[in-house]
DNA sequence: GAGTGGTCTAGACCACCCT
DNA sequence: GGGTGGTCTAGACCACTCA
């Protein structure tokens, strides 16, 4: 059954696991309109006899959809496509690329770096990145660009220390997560603070709001080892992206 | 061992998952300071064993730990009480009532209402709830206090033809959660949305910040059943409440 | 290499929905 | 009552960390 994965994962190429290659082989059928939103899909038992996994793991697969909010599971009934079905975007609590998360969207992501340098670690960067004060860091302020409009201005402040030697050179192009990736130092976990932001010292351009309205997602992402790795701070113009959380009980 | 489980969950009585009750106890345990920070939990089969549980099981509770931000899990290294430990603040992907977040907190939570109505739901209010327009509904206005001080306002809108009859009178006292739990309609999810709003429309009294700054999460919640319940608008008051994501890849 | 977490399995029993 | 999801178990094997 089920020739290839026919849902290519958002990320880079990266060994799947089973559960992780299911979810992305239903959303591709899902997104794809296999289904019709608010039509049942086959039973965890079926899909576990389809697809030759344990129930377990297809339990895991389609939890991590209905994460996604495409597809709504309700006790003694069934899974659901969602009603919100295809137009839904990544939610805020995966962990992943803007990059990503836009293209996943349907719209053309962007990039302009505004300034790439390497400076000794402020107060408040030591402080974030639990670091000396003044040790050497990476310093990124870029723009994020959807079909062309700015969607949000971001100081992103790297470590140098766990960098591999000549990483940093490699910076200034592409996503910085697939920078982190090609280096092998995919970020695992993030914590993040959010706040309503209204400056005019914000970001820089044409890009930015008359009104000087940001979302700001404050966050230090972390190595699979819990080092720090990168504090950054990510102004969303206020009304150019949709902030979305599935909250569970 | 382990006698009586010593945490206590923070919202009401129900039967609890073994998983849910061993994530209580621990939790109890880490925020009792049993282990320093950044001390190493007993391994998962050590728990497994003292507990006498699977160790899946055990997996589900530490995960559950870690979504908080009270447990940092390391492959192959061990699982160990997060370096921001006990001043953690519940995460925003837990859906529950922001009474008892506040309580988790240390502090005294606390609620004024303004006006509690049955309104036919307009436009607005049947788009979110999925009824028609002209419905009877619930209009509640309230401010939440934390210690006294108000952090949030919020506008909620609930179906009134999902509660039980004379359920309405109800409400206007105590959390909007504890009431659902009471009628026996326990939210299960919430489909939320952010946004960064500067209003002086919003709110009254004394409360509202002079620079009209709000983080609002606009949300609408649903019944097991997957029944929208409640649309809400709750307007955080910018500074006044800590809003945090543990994002994981 | 020993120990720890990460993933997966096959099977079981329960709670819930629907007819 | 039959089917579906919710939870749990015991055991297995792999990947990673650390001495």
Redesign the interface.
């Known amino acids: 059954m089920r020739g290839e994965g026919s849902g290519a994962p958002g990320g880079l190429a990266q060994p799947l696991t089973r559960a992780q290659w299911l979810a992305s082989d239903l959303r591709g059928r899902v997104l794809g309109g296999e289904w019709q939103r608010g039509a049942r899909l086959p039973s965890e038992t079926e899909l576990a006899t389809l697809y030759q996994v344990s129930r377990v793991t297809v339990r895991t697969a389609l939890k991590s959809l209905e994460g996604q909010?495409l597809v709504?599971i309700?006790?003694g009934?069934g899974t659901?496509v969602s009603d919100?079905g295809v137009s839904i975007r990544a939610g805020?609590?995966?962990?992943?690329s803007i990059t990503a998360t836009i293209r996943e969207l349907g719209h053309e992501p962007g990039m302009e770096w505004r300034s790439i340098t390497t400076r000794p670690a402020t107060d408040d960067d030591a402080r974030h990145l639990d670091v000396p004060e003044g040790s050497p860091v990476l310093s990124i302020e870029r723009a994020v660009l959807s079909d062309g409009d700015v969607v949000a201005f971001s100081y992103d402040v790297i470590r140098l220390d766990v960098l591999p030697a000549g990483a940093a050179d490699e910076f200034g192009r592409g996503s910085i997560f697939e920078l982190f990736e090609h280096v092998g130092l995919?970020?695992?976990?993030?914590?993040?603070?959010?706040?309503?932001?209204?400056s005019a010292e914000v970001g820089w351009g044409d890009g930015r709001p008359a009104?000087g309205?940001?979302?700001l997602l404050d966050?230090v992402h972390f190595t699979?080892?819990?080092q720090p790795l990168m504090y950054s701070r990510t102004y969303f113009v206020?009304?150019r992206f949709?902030?979305?959380?599935?909250?569970?009980?």
């Not at 995919?186 to 209204?198: D, E, I, S, T, Y």
């Open positions: 909010g709504d309700r006790h009934a659901f919100f805020l609590q995966e962990l992943g995919r970020p695992k976990r993030a914590f993040a603070r959010l706040h309503a932001v209204q009104n309205l940001y979302l966050q699979p080892g819990s206020e009304g949709e902030f979305v959380i599935i909250r569970t009980a």
